[in-house]
């Protein structure tokens, strides 16, 4: 009996084996020939974002469907591998890619369940489905997983395994890989996690979304728990390091990409232009890495001085009250303030703050960090009510009649522990500074704050540059024979039109008119009616295609003597790229800010070769044609280009003109007007001889420019209020809103910068004049004055020092009669055409009016009255 019962287990065993033997054979034979080549691991390409730096190799942003940073094994922390181990996969370093008891418990539960579990997936396994293969709970797909384990076990060591899967796996909130995963729930580099930080990394993977130290603050800690008990029953932690970790409350939350430069807008370019040029799978996917132009200081710089620049110019126009008013306030307690403060973000560095108690001179509030802050009289003091853009009300004597407690404000650092009450700004500003010789971008600021206002004000705003545009006008009229000691005359100009019964009377600013005007003064003193005067001597149409030629979009302009006061509409960036022009001896340059792209494995997908000034080009190429008149070809002997002639800038003002005009625009930083307000910042700025630059402010104060420059850096800064339609206010030229955020910038990006002037080319002479008449001065003259002029356009009269100078403003010549070089005076028809206007009807002078920056500009009055 026992022996045929012996017999029939026997069998039975024997039927076992071989049933399992042709089962593992058969499931072999079916899924080897689906299993991917593990050669493919060795090289393997994750999913990584796209990552755009500073030229300094700062990084600027990061786009991607995940955020992924790939590390090696020796950079995993040690608690990190210990707790994966002690958790998911005990006989990690026994086994040879499947644990035969996990498996054989799964295969008892699948004889009886008829369902496959998770229970036996060891490490490996879990690499091998993330690597390959989807979650699902198939036998084909837990077949290929054994297999391809086994397979990966034979090729790979277990340190690249357990880098494989440190660098794949996902740990939510698109964070995929430990190193990404540090980052988003810690703000920390891997080598900076503690043991409760790895152990909770460890825990989450058990489930994304039930153990997520965010979503679920509980059960994360309750799963990190087990985790350090679980190292701690492997030896892997003491028990002192488990009960200290597991006292440890949780510090996770949500941290966005750690940046190290803040050039949201150009970061958002780049990506725009990386989609267009690769579409949004390579630019998301494949790891590319962007180098900018921008330089990571510059950029600081430019975030700094455009801000400033706006709180400044908010705080001249008074302070419009608390953002909200908390109604409720005495019955709210600290955890309900801070998070109604949770859901006020930041902008632009001014924080979100709510007064709690308000003394005399002081406020003392609650920022969304729980600190309780004093402001003292020095940060309150300034805040007179607003009234209207153009009027303000008395200082006050208290901070009572400032805020009130439960007042929802915003505050901002003025010093060490020194806070001062702020507001965000309702008008607009944009920067940008470029290199002149190519066009390199160096800086870019669109806007106050990207995350408020994504519109990037420096590419995508049109806006009048008022007297912005008139260096431009002033080089056409040069290439028309005009000298900087041309007299134009600065009188009242009237223009009727007939057809339709029109008036135009571009007037000065303060009604005053100085007649007879050397170019030179004109432009240092932006007069008006001397630019239409000039744009009316070389026509409209010429300086149309005149500035069309230098790069100026000809859509956004019409031929109309207002073109010289600044009536058509560029970008900030368009207005940069023209003075560029002046900066770099007249060639035209393109702006660019990519400068290389590549792959995560240093493959070059393109690099910029942008159009260079070539200073030494142009004499080559004359040299060259020289040669080709006059020897034979055998000995002709041509000179190499250093570039390719394709990528020399092209030459679109005479160099003579272009040195010429930036002499002029150093008058305007050193007497002109700009000089009173980079006085009153003491401006270091002053004491540099290799700046020039113009102010523009746009009808009504709409519109207020500094455009400024030296040999090699170009910049441009804009304010005004984005719907068009709104004025900064009466006084808020150009030279008092815009220069100071371009002042602050060119004080910091040329601070220890040794000076550089632009080099007087050949063919630009200077002799000396009488400055009032504009002619080469007397023998012996005492007040006889050098100018600039180009070889071919000297003056030829000599000025006599008996000339009535009264008698040439009021006597005056037609100007098609006169030479270009004589002073342009107001015509006999215009003045008669303006007193029968006066007489006929004096509502029919009301039109546009364009104002104009003076020297020493008045002040607005004392807080209380009407500007």
């Known amino acids: 009996m026992t022996i045929n019962i012996l017999k029939k287990l026997g069998l039975f065993v024997s039927f076992i084996t071989i049933f399992v033997i042709m089962t593992v054979i058969g499931a072999f034979l079916y899924a080897t020939p689906q299993v991917p080549e593990i050669d493919s691991l060795k090289n393997v390409k994750l999913q990584t974002p796209m990552r755009i730096f500073s030229a300094d190799g700062k990084i600027i942003g990061e786009f991607g469907d995940v955020r992924r940073e790939p590390v090696e094994f020796a950079q995993i922390p040690k608690n990190f591998i210990n707790a994966l181990v002690a958790t998911e996969d005990q006989r990690f370093y026994e086994h040879s890619g499947v644990d035969l008891k996990g498996l054989l418990r799964v295969m008892k539960v699948a004889a009886t369940t008829g369902e496959f579990s998770e229970g036996a997936s060891t490490l490996t396994m879990q690499t091998a489905r993330n690597m390959f293969l989807t979650r699902d709970q198939r036998l084909k797909r837990k077949l290929i997983e054994m297999f391809l384990a086994i397979s990966m076990e034979q090729e790979l060591s277990k340190e690249e395994i357990l880098e494989l899967y440190t660098n794949k796996v996902h740990f939510s909130h698109r964070a995929y890989g430990l190193a990404a995963a540090a980052e988003v729930y810690y703000g920390k580099q891997l080598n900076e996690l503690t043991l409760s ?10 489930g994304e979304s039930a153990y997520n130290p965010i979503s679920h603050p509980d059960r994360a800690i309750g799963r990190r728990n087990l985790v350090l008990s679980r190292m701690l029953d492997e030896g892997y932690i003491e028990e002192e390091a488990y009960e200290l970790a597991v006292e ?31 579409g949004r799978d390579i630019a998301y996917n494949h790891g590319l890495d962007i180098v900018t132009t921008i330089d990571s200081e510059h950029q600081r710089y430019a975030n700094e001085a455009l801000r400033e620049g706006l709180i400044t110019y908010d705080k001249r126009h008074g302070y419009k009250g608390p953002e909200a008013q908390i109604g409720d306030f005495a019955q709210k307690n600290t955890r309900e303030l801070l998070q109604l403060l949770e859901s006020t973000p930041e902008i632009g560095g001014l924080e979100p703050a709510i007064v709690m108690q308000v003394n005399e001179k002081s406020l003392k509030v609650l920022n969304s960090k729980g600190q309780e802050i004093t402001i003292e009289w020095e940060g309150l003091e300034w805040a007179a009510k607003f009234i209207t853009d153009t009027s303000v009300g008395e200082k006050p004597n208290s901070a009572g009649e400032v805020a009130a407690p439960g007042d929802v404000i915003r505050i901002r650092p003025i010093g060490e522990n020194k806070w001062a009450l702020s507001q965000l700004p309702e008008a607009s500003a944009a920067f940008v500074s470029l290199h002149s010789k190519d066009g390199g971008i160096t800086s870019l600021v669109g806007g106050f704050d990207y995350l408020s206002n994504k519109f990037n004000l420096v590419t995508q705003a049109r806006r009048q540059p008022g007297s912005n545009i008139k260096p431009f006008i002033y080089a056409a009229a040069f290439s028309k024979g005009f000298t900087p000691a041309s007299l134009v005359n600065d009188a009242p100009y009237v223009k009727v039109n007939n057809e339709i019964d029109e008036v135009w009377r571009p007037q000065n600013d303060n009604l005053k008119y100085n007649g007879p ?5 004109g432009l240092k003193r932006s007069i008006n009616t001397i630019s239409t005067r000039l744009i009316n001597s ?34 900030p960036m368009e207005m940069a790229t023209a003075y560029a022009v002046l900066a770099n001896g007249g060639y035209q340059v393109e702006p660019y800010y990519i400068e290389k792209i590549t792959t995560s494995y240093g493959d070059i997908l393109y690099e910029a070769t942008p159009k260079v000034v070539c200073d030494e080009c142009e004499q080559i190429k004359i040299n060259n044609q020289i040669r080709e008149a006059k020897y034979s070809p055998e ?39 700009a000089t009173t307000q980079l006085r009153r910042r003491n401006s270091p700025l002053l004491e540099r001889n290799d700046l020039a630059g113009k102010t523009g402010t746009a009808n009504d104060y709409k519109d207020a420019w500094f455009s400024g420059f030296n040999d090699r850096l170009v910049a441009s800064a804009w304010m005004g209020f984005s719907d068009h339609r709104r004025s900064l206010g009466r006084y808020e030229y150009g030279g008092k809103a815009a220069l100071p955020i371009w002042a602050e910038f060119m004080e910091k990006a040329l601070n220890g910068v040794p000076e550089q002037e632009i080099i007087q080319p050949p063919g630009v002479v200077s002799a000396k004049i009488d400055p009032e008449t504009g002619k080469l001065a007397a023998l012996g003259q005492q007040n006889a004055i050098f100018e600039y002029f180009r070889d071919d356009n000297v003056p030829s009269e000599v000025s006599q020092a008996s000339d009535d100078f009264g008698q040439l403003y009021t006597e005056g010549l037609d100007n098609s009669e006169q030479e270009q070089s004589a002073p342009e005076q107001l015509e006999q028809e215009e003045l008669d055409q303006l007193i029968q206007s006066l007489q006929d009807d004096p509502e029919n002078l009301e039109m546009e009016q364009e104002p104009i920056e003076r020297e020493e500009q008045e002040e607005p009055p004392e807080p209380g009255s009407i500007f």
């Open 197 to 206: 930080e790895a152990a909770m990394m460890a825990g989450l993977l058990k």
């Open 248 to 278: 440890t409350p949780l510090t996770a939350k949500k941290h966005s990409a750690d940046l190290d430069v803040e050039a949201p807008y150009v970061a958002e370019m780049v990506r725009l232009d990386v989609i267009n040029r690769f």
């Open 517 to 521: 005007t050397r170019l030179r003064v």
């Open 538 to 571: 070389i026509t409209p149409a010429y300086a149309e295609k005149f500035l069309v030629n230098i790069g100026l979009p000809d859509e956004h302009m019409d031929p109309y003597q207002s073109l010289a006061l600044g009536t058509a509409s560029f970008t």
């Open 635 to 673: 000995i002709r002997n041509y000179p190499q280009l250093p570039l390719p002639e394709n990528k020399i800038a092209q030459q679109v003002i005479d160099p003579r003109d272009a040195f010429i005009l930036y002499d002029m625009m150093k008058d305007v930083i050193h007497s002109g007007t």
